[in-house]
């Protein structure tokens, strides 16, 4: 069996003294925590500050997206190789904010498991359909369909390296 995680993703709220404030707070409530993967998955401008709070502890760092290329000119993205300097292990993609704000289709998405999985990073592939989606019933469609278009190809082993 699966080793059950807990990811704690704050999205685009807290600067990063804040984030500093939260880790702090939430590290004496999870210490004993055990069997269970504890992340948090602040925003990039956070994630330096956050990993410093968590080294040494149960608590593990995350990021909320990345690009698929390792460098070049991306402005104002965040490659895996960066992510990692910073000590992340894990990184948030599809997320359905990403999906629907930022028009990631499912080959953007594919594209950004592969480089995750290919520099390291477990990626935390977020599935789901939208409210108008489930109340017409599609609900199956759409999430086999985000799921087939993120994992097409990958093997098992590649596979069994992904949280969805």
Same mark, same amino acid.
Request: aromatic share 6%; charged share 20%.
């Given at each position: 069996? =699966? @080793?059950?995680?807990?990811?704690?993703? !704050? @999205?685009?709220?807290?600067?990063?003294?804040?984030?500093?404030?939260?880790?702090?707070?939430?590290? *004496?409530?999870?210490?004993?925590?055990?069997?269970?993967?504890?992340?948090?998955? *602040? *925003?990039?401008? %956070?994630?330096?500050?956050?990993?410093?709070?968590? =080294?040494?502890?149960?608590?593990?760092?995350?990021?909320?997206?990345?690009? !698929?290329? @390792? %460098?070049?000119?991306?402005?104002?993205?965040? %490659?895996?190789?960066?992510?990692?300097?910073? &000590?992340?292990?894990?990184?948030?993609?599809?997320?359905?904010?990403? /999906?629907?704000?930022?028009?990631?289709?499912?080959?953007?998405?594919?594209? @950004?498991? =592969?480089?995750?999985?290919?520099? &390291?990073?477990?990626?935390?592939?977020?599935?789901?359909?939208? /409210?108008?989606? /489930? $109340?017409?019933?599609?609900?199956?469609?759409?999430?086999?369909?985000?799921?087939?278009?993120?994992?097409?190809?990958?093997?098992?082993?590649?596979? $069994?390296?992904?949280?969805?």
């Amino acid at each position: 069996m =699966r @080793k059950k995680i807990i990811a704690g993703n !704050w @999205k685009m709220n807290l600067n990063h003294l804040e984030a500093q404030t939260l880790v702090k707070a939430l590290l *004496p409530k999870v210490k004993d925590v055990q069997n269970v993967d504890i992340v948090v998955c *602040p *925003p990039f401008t %956070s994630i330096a500050g956050a990993g410093e709070v968590v =080294r040494g502890s149960n608590v593990q760092l995350g990021a909320q997206n990345m690009h !698929w290329e @390792k %460098s070049g000119a991306f402005t104002g993205e965040v %490659s895996a190789n960066m992510l990692l300097t910073l &000590g992340c292990q894990y990184a948030i993609l599809g997320h359905s904010e990403r /999906r629907t704000y930022f028009h990631e289709t499912d080959e953007i998405v594919a594209r @950004k498991v =592969r480089a995750a999985l290919a520099s &390291g990073l477990v990626p935390i592939v977020c599935v789901g359909e939208t /409210r108008e989606q /489930r $109340e017409a019933g599609q609900t199956e469609q759409v999430v086999g369909t985000q799921i087939h278009g993120a994992f097409e190809g990958l093997s098992v082993d590649e596979f $069994e390296g992904i949280v969805i």
